[in-house]
């Protein structure tokens, strides 16, 4: 298996492992044993943290990068992986981090998917004409010119598709009609749904739209092509119409589709781009916050991962702002291809791998910018004991849920040892706007991303700054 | 003006009329003066109206039709007025009311107007190319086939249109990004904004889809043309979309849009369906039932109105297979071309003039079929107390909300003082989906459809069998 599949892989089982996690309002402390130096430490960071907060919410800073944001996301839409586009973005948030007076502003090549999404357009052709809102998944092969007509057979499963003869499915379109349990659970059939079906010899593969809620909306995101298998065009379709040749199949109707797409796929380069503000005491150590700033190619990328990525850029123009230097370095990272499968984090991993024991702790925003709650945090007890201990210090922000895959792109990093926690924010309907032509401005709450980007700063800070590392009883893997 | 525009101009007022209406938990009786006879005889009914909803809701008379409704949906979809689709869909109910016993069903033929929407499409040219999701609007001309590309200025409201010079207008296309206060108050610029553009010379008109909630869905809906200026292409875009156009104007951008439509406009013949259970007392009076039949092109009409045709179809069927006769005639009426204007209530109207007198009650649903609550109710004050008693029968669905306009094609036999009510219930989604895509079967819950039927036909029945007439203040207008 190539290094992508392994990646993807991997990446499909952290989502499913996420989906287990358990909330819990407050850290249960019975299990912690801080001594009473650590917490007066954290307790003095009290005034600190309200500065930062303040100035973020009250003063204006919040306010105005908002604005400054809501004109990046206007100017330049999505931002897919491989694209022109995605460059001129991230040159914008580097020009805009310099004329914040940072200078420490780098970037790291990345070698990109560069997936181009062409003609995609599918019609019922029987029992009735009727057309079929498609978008196809990134990495799908398109059809021939003419497109593929072929009689369509919908699963609820891949077990009921097993359960199959390969003779009922040879030549014919695939349907995953899948209730969305959560997107944990359900994923697999957007990403290996095409893969499974070509192994029994579909010509095929489309997918009920991977979300909670629709209103004729279709979701795109990421599949892989296992290697063994031919590589068959992969799309999702809405919930309404998935729903609809369901019912038509159970009502004992013959059902044919014609699917045209097409799309083009090769690899470019990319940037991961770095931001610092230097530690006073120990620069070599970091403390990382991030979010990705490529997005899906439709709508504007605004919630996956716009908000993300500017709370964590604000973190460091924050602190240059206010002059504040902490003990050790605070890093943003605007990672570079996170859709395609988390590839500008795999390769910052690769380039960084000797200094993974610098890395004191590592977050990421990549699951909404709604009303922040907290932190759900991977690490020892300790580590979690220390990080609920910090977020007394944000009450009412201050929800702990333990995770042991606490990000999208950090997760390479956090099972190699590092803890590191992602933000726990109000996000029940983000999946009802995720990688779909919803996710744009219209998503986001001022008021609450600003609410963000202050939490994120000051908590961000505080980790930075402390007297401690954050513990860890985890090895290094590398 | 012709009567097309006298039509619609009352339509417009009817909906700002609906807007203002007053929701009453329970009606107050202290304006009531009921004699004893009447509250006994009311109370009398209770056996029956138990019966009849116990049939539908537990003996699967309620399912099989709402199998049945979904078979139907699922056959034809989106039933838009004018086509040999509609016709089709006319015909399977005529042939499954037969089936279901009831020979006393008839059609009146009515002139149908049958727009047909071609290819459509918008992109924004400048600052930036993308593209713009469009619906057009019913009885929208099309664009010359090479389309219209002109700036495009954005207004909040006719105020604001009105507040430019001429010259400001001339040549452009306008784009009305009107908050969404509610239907009434916003679907004005839906119906009037192209006329009202092409006054002060825009080219085009375009409208933020009127729906208090957006994941990029465009809505349709019906416009129509002022008699005195020209007619210009006219259509609805997305909330996002129209945002953002006004955002990027407000940053100072120069926006250029290209805009391709095309569209045909003819009349063709359609039918109002008519289906009697026959009155034994007083068989040429008449309690009416009714909903319409016919959809916008999108979807597949299943909330509007497909419940409240099914829901109005099923009162005289139940009544048939219960072999109760209720003293009046009870009528259900599946009204065709409700959509572009009203069109079938207004040739019933014109038919059926001399005849009003004779209508008792009049009753739609054309507000979705979701939990039902009680009715809002037109008339005289004496006509509400004897609904408000009639409705302790269906406690708790027995909510009465006073209205002068209880429905949309009824309104026009209500406004010539024929008392008259519209289901009550938990709508506040409807417009969510409203005249877009999202309007399928995913959109309703079985359960609450077959209550709806159930409560439909029981207060129905009552009302049609009482021994005293709803009584009305109005004279009969003609």
Same sequence: chains 1, 2.
Avoid at 277 to 288: A, H, L, R, Y
Avoid at 384 to 398: H, Q, T, V, W, Y
């Amino acid at each position: 298996m190539d290094s992508k599949l392994t990646m993807l892989l991997f990446f499909s089982s952290v989502i499913n492992i996420i989906n287990t996690r358990v909330i819990i309002t407050r850290y249960d402390e019975s299990v912690c044993n801080l001594d009473s130096q650590t917490v007066k430490d954290i307790a003095s960071y009290k005034n600190v943290t309200q500065r930062i907060m303040d100035e973020i919410r009250n003063k204006g800073l919040g306010q105005r990068t908002f604005e400054q944001f809501s004109a990046f996301l206007d100017k330049f839409g999505a931002r897919p992986s491989g694209t022109k586009n995605l460059e001129n973005a991230i040159d914008h948030m580097i020009n805009l981090t310099r004329e914040n007076g940072i200078t420490d502003v780098t970037t790291e090549e990345v070698d990109a998917p560069h997936w181009v999404r062409g003609h995609e357009a599918i019609s019922m052709i029987l029992p009735r004409q009727k057309n079929i809102a498609v978008i196809g998944l990134g990495t799908s092969v398109g059809t021939p010119i003419e497109g593929i007509t072929a009689e369509a057979v919908i699963v609820s499963s891949f077990q009921e598709l097993d359960q199959k003869l390969d003779s009922d499915i040879k030549g014919k379109i695939v349907v995953y009609d899948v209730p969305f349990i959560s997107y944990g659970d359900t994923v697999q059939y957007r990403s290996q749904g095409a893969s499974k079906a070509a192994k029994k010899g579909a010509v095929a593969s489309l997918v009920r739209s991977i979300t909670p809620f629709s209103m004729y909306s279709p979701h795109t995101g990421a599949q892989y092509y296992d290697g063994n298998v031919s590589k068959i065009p992969a799309a999702a379709i809405t919930h309404e119409d998935a729903d609809l040749l369901h019912r038509l199949q159970d009502q004992g109707e013959k059902i044919f589709l014609k699917i045209e797409m097409s799309s083009s796929f090769d690899t470019t380069k990319s940037r991961n781009t770095i931001i610092d503000v230097k530690g006073k005491d120990n620069p070599e150590k970091v403390v990382i916050v991030s979010g990705h700033i490529d997005s899906w190619d439709v709508g504007q990328g605004a919630m996956d991962d716009g908000g993300g990525m500017i709370i964590s850029w604000l973190a460091p123009v924050a602190l240059h702002h206010l002059n504040l230097k902490p003990r050790r370095t605070l890093r943003a990272i605007l990672w570079t291809a996170e859709e395609p499968g988390l590839v500008g984090a795999q390769a910052y991993l690769k380039k960084h791998m000797s200094e993974l024991k610098n890395i004191d702790f590592i977050m990421e925003s990549d699951e909404g910018t709604f009303k922040p709650r907290g932190l759900s945090v991977a690490g020892s007890t300790e580590a979690r004991c220390l990080i609920a201990e910090i977020l007394k210090l944000f009450s009412p922000i201050d929800k702990l849920e333990e995770t042991d895959y606490p990000g999208s792109d950090i997760t390479l990093i956090v099972d190699k040892g590092v803890p590191g926690a992602s933000l726990l924010n109000d996000n029940e309907r983000y999946y009802w706007f995720h990688h779909s032509e919803a996710d744009t401005l219209n998503v986001l709450n001022m008021t609450d991303v600003i609410d963000c980007a202050a939490f994120w700063a000051a908590v961000s800070y505080v980790i930075a700054d402390m007297p401690t590392d954050i513990p860890r009883v985890s090895p290094i893997y590398t």
